[in-house]
């Protein structure tokens, strides 16, 4: 089951890549787009489920508690873009929260990713340069610049989903390992 999980994770963080790139080219948003944006967060929330199905995280304290706070987090990104037009203030305050508990969740994700030694490379390290790159970039540059349609806050998304995407890759490629090796057997 995690194969069509993953591969959903990258149909769609990829999509969203293409969509982001879109905007910071000049794209006009259109007026439905928190709908597609909720859509988004939830290919993200997909990436989250296929790296824990994986087992790359392990099954201690971090292995199972990071991928659960992260993909809380993904889910109140979601339901944020989804409310945008119908309760501001409920998704301004989840928006404050969620990508924060997104961050942390991915953090201890990736420390746990870590720890096991399942994955090596650029897989052994996507999930904690994701989380990090919440705290390091994601938040000062939405902060600092207002967030979107801002020029900076668009280009800082656009990498937070090509990190999306590699995570997602990520988890499809261990699918893909487990697979090839069952049928040598």
């Known amino acids: ?50 790296l824990a199905m994986t087992g790359a995280a392990g099954t201690g304290l971090l292995g199972r508690l990071g991928p659960g706070i992260a993909g809380l987090g993904a889910l109140m990104l979601a339901v944020a873009e989804v409310i945008t037009e119908s309760a501001r203030s409920l998704s301004d305050t989840l928006f404050a929260i969620a990508p924060n508990l997104a961050g942390i969740g991915l953090i201890l994700t990736g420390i746990a990713v870590i720890r096991t030694g399942r994955w090596t490379g650029w897989r052994r390290y996507v999930s904690l340069v994701l989380g990090v790159y919440v705290f390091v970039v994601v938040t000062p540059v939405i902060i600092v610049s207002g967030g979107p349609p801002a020029v900076p806050a668009i280009g800082a998304l ?21 697979a090839h090796v069952t049928a040598s057997r």
């Open 1 to 50: 089951m995690t194969r069509p999980v993953a591969g959903f994770a990258v149909l769609v963080t990829g999509i969203a890549t293409v969509y982001t790139l879109a905007l910071l080219l000049g794209m006009p948003d259109p007026d439905w787009a928190y709908l597609a944006r909720g859509i988004i967060h939830l290919g993200e929330l997909a990436a989250i489920v296929a």
């Open 158 to 178: 656009l990498v937070w989903e090509v990190l999306w995407v590699l995570m997602a890759v990520a988890a499809l490629t261990d699918t893909t390992e487990a």
